[in-house]
Every structure is written in structure tokens, then in C-alpha cells.
């Protein structure tokens, strides 16, 4: 979507490895999320920030972190990547919580796989 | 945060009206209920959203009855570019609600 864009697109890498997911948003938004999407189990929330430096946990954290120095950046870095974490990942950013009318506006995603 | 359930997927004919619905029987009073559409290979896209009684846009309708424990989506005139699966959320709208759930959703399939 205009607005917001993911890099990779899409990433292989060894398990044991460290790995950054970056999201880039140019709209000045205020929420930026990270999930995790996997067959039979929807989208799950990692992380999420409501601000520069502002982060909290999702509901499936674990092995994840995150950071946010700028606005316009978050990133998702697995310290050491399993098979588990093999995944298609989705950043979003709301300008409010997403509950007011507006939504989430999601990027085209990550596909993550982890040999 | 209220738990939703939806039927697992819905298979439709191109022309007809196409309805969902999502059942969260805990919904709180400060809680929202969204939808969103997903193709395959992209991320959600937010439909609409609405607190009470019908709220209608230029994609779909929601109505949501007086007891909030149930909302229904409803698509008119469907196309083969409809099908895609459709989630439904239900979540606060104040300030440290962030953590939505978004589940498993419904698969549409539009027959030609």
C-alpha cells in the first residue's frame, strides 16, 4: 500500500542467525505494528509501538524484538532465527489505535523462510 | 479482549448478496467491531467498522443488533474479486488497547 513498505520482500536465511525486518512508513503515523502470519492460525500480534522509543509486547513476543528511533521506521529482528519463525510478516501502522474509523493500513508483507 | 467467532468459509454465486456473521458474545461497551478483507499475498484491508445499529460505505454494510453480541457484514452484488477471506475484530477504542486479534476469518468463494 502507498504509505508504507517492507523490506525484504522476501528472505531465506539459516537457523541460528540474527535477521531485521524493516517497515517504512512515509505517513507520519503514530501506531506501528508487527504480526505474524501462519496457516491455520490468522494473524498474531509480535509487537507493536505507540511511539519513538514507545514499544510493547504482542502475543506472541518471544524471540522477537523491536525498535523504533524514528517515526517513520520499525524494525523486527529475530537475535537467533528457528524454523518456527518461518512466517509471512506484516507491518501496519494506524494513525489512531485503528479503532476509530480508520484501520490499520498494512504493507505487502515479508516472507521469511528459515532453513 | 471479546473473542469472535465466524464461519469458516462461505462459497457464493457472482450477483448475490453475501453476508457474514461474527459472533463475540463478551463484546464490552467501549468495543468497536472491524472488518477486514485479505487477498492472497497482500495484507488486510480495513472494510468498516461500527459500534451500533448499520453502518454502510461504498464496499459493504454492518449491522450490528441492539444486544452487540453478534454483527453481520454484507457484501451486495458480489464478483469474482470479492472472494478473499474476511475478518472481523472487536476492540476498545481509548488509548493501551493496541493488541488486537485479528483469528482465523472467513473464506469467501464466489462461483462464477
Known amino acids: 500500500d502507498a504509505g508504507i513498505t517492507q523490506s525484504p520482500r522476501h528472505k531465506v536465511t539459516e537457523t541460528g542467525t540474527p535477521v531485521t525486518l524493516r517497515c517504512h512508513q512515509t505517513?507520519?503515523?503514530?501506531?506501528m505494528y508487527w504480526y505474524r502470519q501462519d496457516p491455520g492460525h490468522g494473524l498474531r500480534l509480535i509487537h507493536y509501538?505507540?511511539?519513538?522509543?514507545?514499544?510493547d509486547k504482542g502475543e506472541v513476543s518471544d524471540g522477537y524484538s523491536v525498535s523504533r528511533s524514528k517515526t517513520e521506521d520499525f524494525l523486527l529482528t529475530l537475535e537467533s532465527a528457528t524454523s518456527s519463525q518461518t512466517s509471512v510478516y506484516f507491518c501496519?501502522?494506524?494513525?489512531?489505535?485503528?479503532?476509530?474509523?480508520?484501520?490499520?493500513?498494512f504493507g505487502s508483507g515479508t516472507r521469511l523462510t528459515v532453513v | 479482549l471479546a473473542k469472535t467467532t465466524q464461519p469458516i468459509s462461505i462459497d457464493s454465486y457472482e450477483g448475490q448478496e453475501v453476508n457474514i456473521t461474527c459472533s463475540h458474545n463478551?463484546?464490552?461497551?467501549?468495543?468497536?467491531i472491524t472488518w477486514y478483507q485479505q487477498f492472497p499475498s497482500q495484507g488486510p484491508r480495513f472494510i468498516i467498522q461500527?459500534?451500533?445499529t448499520k453502518v454502510t460505505n461504498e464496499v459493504a454494510s454492518l449491522f450490528i443488533p441492539a444486544d452487540r453480541k453478534s454483527s453481520t457484514l454484507s457484501l451486495p452484488r458480489v464478483s469474482l474479486s470479492d472472494t478473499a477471506v474476511y475478518y472481523c475484530?472487536?476492540?476498545?477504542?481509548?488509548?493501551?488497547?493496541?493488541?488486537?486479534?485479528f483469528g482465523t476469518g472467513t473464506r469467501l468463494t464466489i462461483i462464477p
Open positions: 509501538s505507540y511511539g519513538v522509543k514507545d514499544t
Open positions: 501496519a501502522i494506524s494513525e489512531s489505535n485503528g479503532l476509530n474509523g480508520d484501520g490499520y493500513t
Open positions: 505517513e507520519n503515523h503514530r501506531y
Open positions: 463478551n463484546i464490552a461497551t467501549n468495543d468497536y
Open positions: 475484530l472487536v476492540g476498545q477504542s481509548n488509548f493501551g488497547n493496541e493488541k488486537l486479534t
Open positions: 461500527g459500534y451500533k
